[in-house]
């Protein structure tokens, strides 16, 4: 309740409007009956036209207030729940941006579209059913009862009586609906992961011909989330005519006490209908006020489910935002007795990793498969936080530099090509807002890419389809490559990133690069050693640690595990050459 008070306060300019029309809404409709009360005891029965025609007008009147005052309070609603919930998304969003790979992995990636969109979208519900009821009925209850003990106190102790099943009954409902709707949220996480999973990985399934196998699964996920929902619904659903059974009794004992009180002269006629229309406003109001009270557990559930993620404590920080000016002039990194562990890991994935790189130096690594390469590399735009140690950019730690100074300087290409929906030159663009026409070719020249651009029909305004389908795995990583030149970042990190290009390609790439790289620092993590043979510094890893460092021809004598990679790809004869 909390974050949707902290939301709804931001609108407080239509909140009062939406309290107005709420009150404006209730006099009106509880005005109505005393005036035709009025028109049957006094007018009817004293047959005073005047009287009648005056008080006509005056229901006229109030009614068309009425109708205005329903629209008014249907536009606050919507505006207000709307806006809230785009507050919400909005949020979310920004939060998420800043979250590291820790925090996708606590969420997972699907939940936190969930609730970014359904748990936002029960919020809105919520939101739109209070401003619309919660406001109303609680005045219209206390009015309607008001007049009802004020027209026959003998009639209203009736009502009186049935209130306690009332509110016990939405008490129950409330209680037995909030863990359902737990399940419900995070059966729908689940329903989503799937579904995901499903869509992106639809090859593969193919491939290993398990259609029938994800079908099933989906079945089964789907048919849990809907036996969730199902249940709710029914929950929900019974309460309704419940609700009203008990309030249908209620009435016929108030009918059958009226009749008696009429009969005995002690109730007039007008009274009556004046009564029914209070009891019929008391009674339905009653009905709105529970249905939110219904609602409250789900939407309760969504608020807790998006409180977590706002809340969410965000491991990898701006510790100082004061730009500190370098310390060297040249620029350099360096890695001083760094050791790593996962946040969510137990033992160090790197140790004590140590080396240092200046400007238009290229530093290599390799190492077989989880000896920690990519994630040495993650840990420079600070994906995360080393353990232990430091790493420095131009003499300064890099946890003191704000997050976007650092990440300026570094041009990431990841091992896994990403590009979004865009056309080409967007793509390039999106490592330099402002790139002029030039800058953009020119990047895809150095990138290898120009001329496969070329030949697409569209060339640089070719769009590129969700998930990149509509090019290669090649031609991913050579856009991937072609966003990071044109940001002439000042630190380049390659993660594996050429590994889908042919070796002539990877050969004329390298080549360009020397050139473009010039002024920077270029990181290079490869499987392949002919990519790396005329890196300045190789350092090889193993199980986390540096078991090799140096040059090409310095390592295949000195280092044995560097000898065993090379020797798996390398000829005899070039080894022997080399
Ligand atoms: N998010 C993570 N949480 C926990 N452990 C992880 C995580 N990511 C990687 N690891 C572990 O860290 C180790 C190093 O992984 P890393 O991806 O850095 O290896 P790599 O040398 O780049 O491997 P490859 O050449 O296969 O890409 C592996 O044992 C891996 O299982």
Request: glycine share 6%; proline share 2%; with cysteine.
């Amino acid at each position: 309740m909390k974050l949707i008070l902290k939301y709804l306060l931001k609108y407080k300019k239509l909140l009062v409007l939406n309290v107005i029309s709420v009150f404006g809404f209730a006099l009106v409709e509880l005005g109505l009956p005393t005036i035709i009360a009025n028109m049957i005891d006094i007018g009817v029965a004293t047959e005073d036209k005047g009287y009648l025609y005056m008080m006509w007008g005056v229901a006229i009147a109030i009614s068309i207030a009425g109708v205005l005052g329903t629209i008014l309070l249907g536009y606050c609603c919507a505006k207000i729940s709307t806006s809230i919930t785009r507050d919400i998304r909005n949020d979310i969003f920004t939060k998420v941006q800043d979250f590291s790979p820790s925090e996708f992995n606590k969420f997972g990636i699907s939940s936190l579209i969930t609730r970014t969109n359904n748990d936002a979208f029960q919020i809105q519900l919520f939101v739109n059913v209070i401003l619309r009821t919660a406001l109303l009925t609680p005045v219209m209850i206390a009015v309607s009862f008001f007049m009802t003990l004020k027209t026959s106190l003998d009639l209203s102790l009736v009502i009186v009586a049935t209130l306690p099943l009332i509110i016990i009954g939405v008490i129950i409902v409330a209680k037995v609906s909030e863990p359902m709707s737990q399940k419900q949220q995070s059966s729908l996480d689940h329903l989503n992961r799937i579904s995901r999973e499903n869509l992106t990985g639809i090859k593969v399934i193919r491939a290993f011909n398990n259609d029938h196998y994800e079908q099933a699964r989906f079945n089964d996920t789907n048919s849990e989330f809907t036996g969730h929902t199902k249940r709710i619904f029914k929950l929900m659903n019974s309460a309704d005519p419940i609700f009203f059974l008990v309030m249908n009794i209620a009435i016929l004992f108030i009918f059958y006490i009226a009749a008696t009180m009429i009969g005995a002269g002690t109730l007039q006629v007008g009274k009556l209908v004046a009564f029914q229309d209070y009891l019929f406003h008391a009674m339905f109001s009653m009905l709105l006020f529970c249905s939110v009270f219904v609602m409250y557990p789900r939407a309760a559930v969504s608020a807790k489910r998006i409180q977590e993620v706002l809340n969410s404590d965000i491991i990898i920080q701006d510790h100082q935002k004061v730009t500190k000016q370098p310390i060297s002039k040249e620029h350099t990194l360096s890695f001083d007795n760094v050791t790593f562990v996962y946040p969510d890991g137990e033992e160090a994935v790197l140790k004590d990793v140590s080396f240092s790189a200046k400007q238009g130096e290229t530093i290599a690594f390799i190492g077989s498969t989880g000896s920690g390469k990519s994630t040495l590399i993650n840990l420079i735009p600070r994906f995360y936080d080393v353990s232990c140690g430091k790493i420095t950019v131009d003499g300064i730690n890099i946890q003191d530099y704000s997050m976007k100074e650092l990440r300026d300087k570094i041009g990431f290409i990841p091992q896994k090509a990403m590009l979004f929906t865009g056309t080409i030159a967007d793509n390039i663009r999106y490592g330099k807002e402002d790139a002029t026409d030039e800058e953009v070719a020119h990047a895809a020249r150095i990138a290898q890419g120009y001329d496969f651009i070329m030949e697409k029909p569209l060339g640089f305004h070719e769009v590129i389809t969700e998930s990149a389908t509509n090019v290669s795995g090649g031609q991913r990583q050579r856009l991937s490559i072609a966003r990071a030149i044109i940001k002439k970042p000042q630190i380049y990190i390659f993660d594996d990133s050429f590994s889908a290009l042919d070796f002539k390609t990877d050969a004329s790439l390298r080549k360009a690069l020397k050139d473009e790289t010039k002024e920077s620092i270029v990181l290079v993590v490869a499987q392949r050693i002919s990519t790396i043979m005329d890196a300045d510094q190789i350092i090889v890893l193993h199980e986390g640690q540096v078991v090799g460092k140096g040059k090409h021809h310095d390592l295949l004598k000195t280092c044995p595990i560097y000898h065993e990679i090379a020797a798996s790809q390398l000829s005899e004869e070039e080894l022997a050459y080399e």
